[in-house]
T-cell receptor, first 111, second 112 residues
Framework: TQLLEQSPQFLSIQEGENLTVYCNSS?????LQWYRQEPGEGPVLLVT?????EVKKLKRLTFQFGDARKDSSLHITAAQPGDTGLYLC???????????FGKGTSLLVTP | DAGITQSPRYKITETGRQVTLMCHQT?????MFWYRQDLGHGLRLIYY???????DKGEVPDGYVVSRSKTENFPLTLESATRSQTSVYFC???????????FGPGTRLLVL
């Protein structure tokens, strides 16, 4: 089973601060997806990165895929309480079906 | 309404009982998936389906049974519920086998 490590496990910040969360693997990612899961809801796909060195932006969220495709980061600028949730990274399973998920970073943004 | 729905949203049952969790999607996506989410383990794949009448095991299939007689439905049955199956269960559907764009809202199951 492929292992995805996410850090930090928990993060509590105040509104307006910047933050970065990380996703790493011991093997090369074929592609990587980031999800956000709000309390009591299912995960929602934010972005898919495929190419080493790729950078994608989604409003205040910036996603970066490492050059060697073994790591990825999510940077949030000027965090807002609405950013509170569990951020998950995921990669395709070796079988070619479905995804393996990391355990996530739980983010709390307080006003 | 278009989307993916799960029912029931909450369920309490007793050890040994059979329980069926329902998943319905309106997009006619070929691929459907069942995951369970537990503290300390994250999301783990139970079963997936590539099309009607085609299903396969995931990471943690023991104690579960699935069927897919129609493209839009993918029920998950716990044949004889155990306390270790207390969890939150998520169904997902997608057009791609490895891009899970749509998750349901989850079913929270408590086995006493």
């Amino acid at each position: 089973t492929q292992l995805l490590e996410q850090s930090p496990q928990f993060l509590s910040i105040q509104e307006g601060e910047n933050l970065t969360v990380y996703c790493n693997s011991s093997s090369v990612f074929s592609s990587l997806q980031w999800y956000r899961q709000e309390p009591g809801e299912g995960p929602v796909l934010l972005v898919t990165v495929v190419t080493g060195g790729e950078v994608k932006k989604l409003k205040r969220l910036t996603f970066q895929f490492g050059d060697a495709r073994k790591d990825s980061s999510l940077h949030i600028t000027a965090a807002q309480p609405g950013d509170t949730g569990l951020y998950l990274c995921a990669e395709p399973r070796n079988s070619g079906y479905a995804l393996n998920f990391g355990k996530g970073t739980s983010l709390l943004v307080t006003p | 309404d278009a989307g993916i729905t799960q029912s029931p949203r909450y369920k309490i049952t007793e050890t040994g009982r059979q329980v069926t969790l329902m998943c319905h999607q309106t997009w006619s996506h070929s691929y459907m998936f069942w995951y369970r989410q537990d503290l300390g383990h994250g999301l783990r794949l139970i079963y997936y389906s590539a099309a009607a009448d085609i299903t396969d095991k995931g990471e943690v299939p023991d104690g579960y049974v699935v069927s897919r007689s129609k493209t839009e439905n993918f029920p998950l049955t716990l044949e004889s519920a155990t306390r270790s199956q207390t969890s939150v269960y998520f169904c997902a559907s997608s057009e791609s086998p490895t891009a899970l764009g749509y998750f349901g809202p989850g079913t929270r199951l408590l086995v006493l």
